[in-house]
Nanobody
Framework: QVQLVESGGGLVQAGGSLRLSCAAS????????MGWFRQAPGKEREFVAG????????LYADSVKGRFTISRDNAKNAVYLQMNSLKPEDTAVYYC?????????????????WGQGTQVTVSS
């Protein structure tokens, strides 16, 4: 498994930007598909973005397409989520997750390592 620690969350006004980071440890990071998920109060955890092992394939939820950018640096064992044009509905706890498979998945069930989450709050 991969151990994951998120950082970079905070409070921002609508229209602002934040960059989330996820530091990974463990030898399997480079063999892992990585994803960002989020969970708002009273809602299910939902897929935000995913990136393949070497960054050649990327997938976004429709709600963040054009505003968020996922990237990874395998040399630093890290994955990032650049969030621009933030909206109040982006408010949630954001989680980094690792998937030992080959393809990016939108399902939480296929991710076997999770970070503790970082809070993002967007004020109107």
């Amino acid at each position: 498994q991969v151990q994951l620690v998120e950082s970079g969350g905070g409070l921002v006004q609508a229209g602002g930007s934040l960059r989330l980071s996820c530091a990974a440890s463990g030898r399997t990071f480079r063999r892992s598909v990585m994803g960002w998920f989020r969970q708002a109060p009273g809602k299910e955890r939902e897929f935000v973005a995913g990136i393949s092992r070497y960054g050649s394939n990327i997938l976004y939820a429709d709600s963040v397409k054009g505003r968020f950018t996922i990237s990874r640096d395998n040399a630093k064992n890290a994955v990032y989520l650049q969030m621009n044009s933030l909206k109040p509905e982006d408010t949630a706890v954001y989680y980094c997750a690792a998937n030992g498979g080959v393809d990016i998945s939108r399902s939480t069930l296929l991710y076997d390592s999770w970070g503790q989450g970082t809070q993002v709050t967007v004020s109107s």
